[in-house]
Structure formats: structure tokens, C-alpha cells
């Protein structure tokens, strides 16, 4: 059974870094396909945002537009992690960040298959908190 858990969350200041780290365990990392998703405050309960994606070749797919140019996603695979590096940080992207595996080859076009996997292949989420 695949098991993630995210770490790495915090405050963080307008232009500031981050870097957010999802240990895989139960699997390996060229078995699945890992995606950060995220949820703003007060959205709970409406569809989480697709952000990156990784694939069990380490390619990587955005799913953001936002995000472009100032996010991205890597991976150690001996390490079995998965990071998601946050540049020039924006108020916008104050949420929860979650990590979610699934056992395809490339990330999927329909951010649907995510969701479908079911809760048991989504980690926790760590809180990031944008503020000046």
C-alpha cells in the first residue's frame, strides 16, 4: 500500500522560497506517479488544483499556469521523495499543499484519475501560509 506523507509547510513572505518535500513509501518512486495538488483557504470541499506533476521516468508535466517559471518538482529517487521547490512565492499560492500517487507511466491529461484513486494514495498535506 502506497503511503505519503508531505512535509515542509510554513510561513513564508511575499518572493520568498520553499521547498516542499513528500516521502513515498510502500512502493518506489518508478512505480508511480507523483502530482502536487493544492487547496486554498476556504475551499474546501470543491476539487483541489492540479500544480505539477512527475512521472515514473522523472519527466515533468505543469498543471498550473500559475505556477510556471517560479515552481517545480524533482525527485530522489533513492531517497524516495519528492520535492516541489516554491520560488518568487505570491499570496495566491497560500494553501495545503498535497502529494498523491498513481500507478500510471505519464502524467494524465484528465487531473480526474487523481481524484479516483481514492484517499488512501493522497498524503496528509502541510499547510503553506503566505504573508508579509
Known amino acids: 500500500q502506497l503511503q505519503l506523507v508531505e512535509s515542509g509547510g510554513g510561513l513564508v513572505q511575499p518572493g520568498g522560497s520553499l521547498r516542499l518535500s513528500c516521502a513515498v513509501s510502500?512502493?518506489?518512486?518508478?512505480?508511480?506517479?507523483i502530482a502536487w495538488f493544492r487547496q486554498a483557504p476556504g475551499t474546501e470541499g470543491t476539487e483541489r488544483e492540479g500544480?505539477?506533476?512527475?512521472?515514473?521516468?522523472?519527466?515533468?508535466?505543469v498543471y498550473a499556469e500559475s505556477v510556471k517559471g517560479r515552481f517545480a518538482i524533482s525527485r530522489d529517487v533513492a531517497k524516495s521523495t519528492v520535492y516541489l521547490q516554491m520560488n518568487n512565492v505570491k499570496f495566491e499560492d497560500m494553501a495545503t499543499y498535497f502529494c498523491?500517487?498513481?500507478?500510471?507511466?505519464?502524467?494524465?491529461?484528465?487531473?480526474?484519475?487523481?481524484?479516483?484513486?481514492?484517499?488512501?494514495?493522497w498524503g496528509p498535506g502541510t499547510q503553506v501560509s503566505v504573508s508579509s
Open positions: 510502500g512502493s518506489t518512486l518508478v512505480d508511480y506517479t
Open positions: 498523491v500517487g498513481i500507478p500510471k507511466k505519464n502524467c494524465p491529461f484528465d487531473l480526474g484519475d487523481f481524484e479516483r484513486v481514492g484517499d488512501d494514495y
Open positions: 500544480v505539477l506533476c512527475i512521472n515514473r521516468n522523472g519527466d515533468s508535466t
